[in-house]
T-cell receptor, first 117, second 116 residues
Framework: NAGVMQNPRHLVRRRGQEARLRCSPM?????VYWYRQLPEEGLKFMVY????????ESGMPKERFSAEFPKEGPSILRIQQVVRGDSAAYFC???????????????FGEGSRLTVL | AQTVTQSQPEMSVQEAETVTLSCTYD???????LFWYKQPPSRQMILVIR??????QNATENRFSVNFQKAAKSFSLKISDSQLGDTAMYFC?????????????FGKGTRLHILP
């Protein structure tokens, strides 16, 4: 499957635990985006990364949330000390990121649904 | 900052009818992209149609077309001959032109039900 792969699809955590969500972009894509979707809401931008660089993290809470996209391996969205309000679907998307190649289209994964008990 | 507004939280139409979903946006940019994405019950987001702001001609993709009014900052989606498989959440989205700061901003969505 050459699409955007997210895992786990479902994650249950108790308050105070850590959640790690993984995203492997489409082959050849160097840009990764994380979005959060609350029930009955649209997608809220969280962070935009290129390999080894955070380009824009303006949508990510300053505390407890972090993201990385290392040179090798998937992008990771990490939520420390989770609270009930973190329960949401977290979507990863990727794009080629190159002018002339990048049409603006984002290719989405199927999402990771986090439930905090 | 850019904003995207979808004023219709939910709509229902009969199969085979035509339906129009509304979207307005706010930006000071002159070049940008606009999109409609579909999120069916399976939850995976799929691009439906894309419009480049510098193009006056409205984009079309089979049964899907847009009415892009740049001066009014309006970008509506028309679905002709609607099908049951069109039932989904539809999100209007905005992206600044490819400058490196190219995050996509989404509206809150319109839930569309196609009735048999």
């Amino acid at each position: 499957n050459a699409g955007v792969m997210q895992n786990p699809r479902h994650l249950v955590r108790r308050r105070g635990q850590e959640a790690r969500l993984r995203c492997s972009p489409m082959k050849g894509h160097s840009h990764v985006y994380w979005y959060r979707q609350l029930p009955e809401e649209g997608l809220k931008f969280m962070v935009y990364l290129q390999k080894e660089n955070i380009i824009d993290e303006s949508g990510m809470p300053k505390e407890r949330f972090s993201a990385e996209f290392p040179k090798e391996g998937p992008s990771i969205l990490r939520i420390q000390q989770v609270v009930r309000g973190d329960s949401a679907a977290y979507f990863c998307a990727s794009s080629p990121g190159l002018a002339g190649v990048n049409t603006g289209e984002l290719f989405f994964g199927e999402g990771s649904r986090l439930t905090v008990l | 900052a850019q904003t995207v507004t979808q004023s219709q939280p939910e709509m229902s139409v009969q199969e085979a009818e035509t339906v129009t979903l509304s979207c307005t946006y706010d930006t000071s940019e002159s070049n940008y992209y606009l999109f409609w994405y579909k999120q069916p019950p399976s939850r995976q987001m799929i691009l439906v149609i894309r419009q480049e702001a510098y193009k006056q001609q409205n984009a079309t993709e089979n049964r899907f077309s847009v009415n892009f009014q740049k001066a009014a900052k309006s970008f509506s989606l028309k679905i002709s001959d609607s099908q049951l498989g069109d039932t989904a959440m539809y999100f209007c989205a905005f992206m600044k032109h490819l400058t490196g700061d190219d995050k996509i901003i989404f509206g809150k969505g319109t839930r569309l039900h196609i009735l048999p």
